[in-house]
């Protein structure tokens, strides 16, 4: 059997279990211990001065927080899974605890891979929210609404080049922005609220898109994206910033909004030890096969486990995943071949871009996208959202 046909296979059997409560997998365990310093500056600079506890005291996120805590029998049917996929010892001892994250990741393992020792989150853009126009959430028109909840890393947040007078692209169309940090909603433009960086975002320009095309009426955007991260620190299990998510989609219920589409784009991080043989903290890596193979699982385990805790939100969105590799380096196949057997229409998960594809020339610094990269990679999201919606009747 192949890797795709037993991935959706396996993705079959878990989501049959899902609705059983049994299960002794720790999800969102409590936090109580602050280690926000790294070997890499770009994750430190996302960084506030870290705090023990829950992220919001907002009564609708903690009660999320529960809800997805008291459904963790999938998690457990994940990992029984994916730790049965390979019959090799190496593989099996790699894919377990925080083996791999110690092969691949150098003294960055335990800050990555979990723990309640990893709490690092990002600060409130302040001066962007001073400059933003308020509207309230309840005056956004709801026909033809379109809410995208987008999450993932640096390339879909506030990353994108300015043009060559240092003029962010502003959109034409008037749409709204939700800002995770005070939950209310503001006129879209650049930079978004409530994700990392200060720099053009491509779902400003998405928004546009989809409006010019037909495709929504009006838009609203949720970022929860932060710069540098990687996929396990987004897992319901020992990863730092799920939280975020549930924040964030906690807040729009708060609004009576709930998201139309999930957009994630990640993966540059994870590919980063394959495709360069080192880890960000200067460590050279002897990456063999075997590391490779549970690299590819463990990439697997960590999406199927970030799926699995928005259904346990009860988030029924589609959730499009893009494939994405590709910075300063070459594109890493390791972690596209994980990236391409997570769709499964059968489950609501669809393939976003190949935003590979957009190559160097278009990348400001080798990774991050130029004013023509951004408009290239919005075009290519405006595209996937077309193709499904022109197909399925949930199309708002």
């Known amino acids: 059997m192949n890797l795709r046909v037993s991935i959706v296979v396996l993705v079959a059997a878990w989501f049959a279990s899902f609705a059983a409560t049994a299960g002794a997998a720790e999800v969102l365990p409590a936090r109580d211990v602050c280690q926000p310093t790294t070997a890499a500056r770009t994750r430190d600079g996302n960084c506030v001065p870290c705090a023990v506890g829950p992220i919001s005291t907002r009564p609708g996120f903690l009660a999320l927080l529960e809800q997805v805590r008291t459904r963790r029998a ?22 377990q605890g925080r083996n791999l994250a110690h092969a691949l990741y150098g003294s960055d393992a335990d800050f990555i891979a979990g723990g309640n020792a990893s709490r690092c989150l990002t600060g409130d853009n302040e001066a962007a929210r001073a400059r933003a126009t308020p509207i309230a959430c309840d005056a956004i028109p709801r026909e033809g609404l379109v809410v995208l909840l987008t999450a993932g890393q640096s390339n879909i947040s506030n990353t994108g080049a300015p043009d060559q007078s240092g003029r ?83 807040g729009l219920r708060d609004a009576g909004l709930e998201p139309s589409a999930v957009l994630w784009h990640q993966g540059e991080s994870n590919a980063f030890a394959f495709s360069t043989n080192g880890a960000e903290d200067g460590t050279h890596l002897q990456v063999t096969p075997k590391m490779k193979e549970a690299g590819r699982l463990s990439y697997l385990r960590n999406y199927l486990e970030i799926v699995a805790g928005l259904r346990a939100a009860d988030v029924t969105a589609p959730i499009f995943v893009a494939t994405a590799t590709l910075c300063g380096s070459i594109p890493d196949e390791i972690i596209r071949s994980a990236q391409a057997v997570v769709p499964n229409p059968a489950l609501g998960v669809h393939p976003g871009p190949d935003t590979d594809q957009i190559g160097l020339t278009l990348r400001h610094d080798g990774c991050h996208m130029s004013r023509a990269g951004t ?8 595209d996937r959202l077309a193709e499904f919606w022109k197909s399925d009747a949930r199309r708002p």
């Open 168 to 250: 962010f692209y502003q959109p034409h169309n008037r749409f709204y922005n939700f800002d995770r940090f005070d939950g209310r909603c503001y006129v879209a433009r650049n930079p978004l609220l409530g994700t990392t960086g200060d720099g053009e975002n491509v779902a400003t320009r998405l928004g546009d898109e989809l409006i010019d095309r037909g495709l929504a009426k009006t838009v609203l955007i949720a970022p929860a994206a932060i710069g540098g991260t990687y996929l396990e620190e987004w897992r319901a299990r020992g990863g730092k910033y799920f939280e975020v998510l549930l924040a964030t989609i906690a």
């Open 375 to 382: 408009e290239l990679h919005a075009r290519m999201w405006a």
């Open 74 to 95: 999938a998690f457990a049917d994940i990992d029984r899974r994916i730790d049965g996929a390979s019959g090799d010892p190496e593989v099996q001892s790699l894919l």
